[in-house]
């Protein structure tokens, strides 16, 4: 198994001393959760911070084998004022990752699609006062922090019979900086039209493609994904959604070789790795 760049004691003390120091960091926490800090609010993009998956799935046909190892217990990571959950899937919305994260946040709030809440509560249970709902094309403000709906395909822009979006993207300002995250997606007609305004200061874009052998849902590939940053004019692409699962992943050096060619400026992560932000 892949070793964590930092995990831990470790990651904790590089939170703690971002928060001391009063300056804007993200790291990446595996698949596609990253922690962004700044010194106005803290937000968790999408965090999948257990083996659920591995256990549900050990006895099938489709195991779900980590590759890398987890970075840290979700009952540690605390000072969070809004966590997000871009779709149903469980590497998005995990009770073993989101109900720790509850009980050490007790007064973070989780923005989710509104097609999705009785799904939410379903696996959640009774979190009514933690949700904050959104879809496509609409904004919500959680104390310092602005959320816009993104509409996401996965495989294809889904909704219920009230025409919401299952799967969103998110876009969130605060802190002077603007953040792209994508949720699981493909490309799609509606997706750099409601991205363009934003010109996003990071954009973190799933890379692991699609490959109906899987039997999952796709995504971008890297190429795909490093071809959106730039027509969003993202001032840093980081991709996520690899290195996680064996039988779901991709080396991210096709999204690195494309952006050398589009003059996109990127950065891949190692797992636990964090990076300062300029505001």
Not at 239 to 265: I, R, V
Request: charged share 20%; with cysteine.
């Amino acid at each position: 198994m892949n070793p964590a760049y930092q995990k831990d004691e470790a990651l904790l003390a590089d939170i703690v001393q971002t928060r001391a120091e009063g300056r804007s960091r993200l790291w990446w926490l595996g698949q596609s959760g990253f922690l962004v800090v700044t010194p106005q609010a803290t937000v968790l993009f999408d965090p999948y911070l257990s083996d659920s998956l591995t256990q549900k799935y050990a006895a099938t046909d489709k195991p779900h084998i980590r590759v890398t190892e987890r970075v840290i217990a979700p009952e540690l990571l605390t000072g969070i004022d809004v966590i997000t959950s871009s779709h149903n899937h469980t590497d998005h919305l995990d009770a073993a990752t989101l109900l720790p994260l509850f009980m050490a946040n007790p007064m973070a709030k989780l923005i989710i699609p509104r097609a999705n809440r009785e799904f939410v509560l379903g696996r959640l249970g009774s979190v009514e006062e933690r949700l904050v709902e959104l879809d496509a094309g609409e904004n919500t403000r959680v104390g310092d922090i602005t959320f816009h709906g993104i509409a996401a395909s996965h495989n294809t822009v889904e909704r219920d019979e009230s025409g919401c979006c299952k799967f969103l993207g998110f876009v969130a300002q605060f802190g002077g900086l603007t953040f792209y995250h994508s949720g699981d997606t493909l490309m799609h007609d509606g997706l750099i039209p409601a991205l363009a305004a934003f010109r996003p200061d990071v954009a973190f874009l799933p890379i692991n493609g699609n490959k109906p052998e899987r039997r999952v849902a796709g995504n971008l590939d890297g190429r795909e994904a490093a071809e959106l940053a730039r027509h969003i004019h993202a001032g840093l692409a980081i991709p996520h959604h690899f290195d996680l699962f064996a039988f779901n992943t991709a080396s991210p050096d096709l999204f690195k070789t494309e952006c050398q060619l589009l003059g996109q400026k990127y950065r891949v992560l190692q797992s636990g790795e964090g990076i300062d932000l300029a505001r």
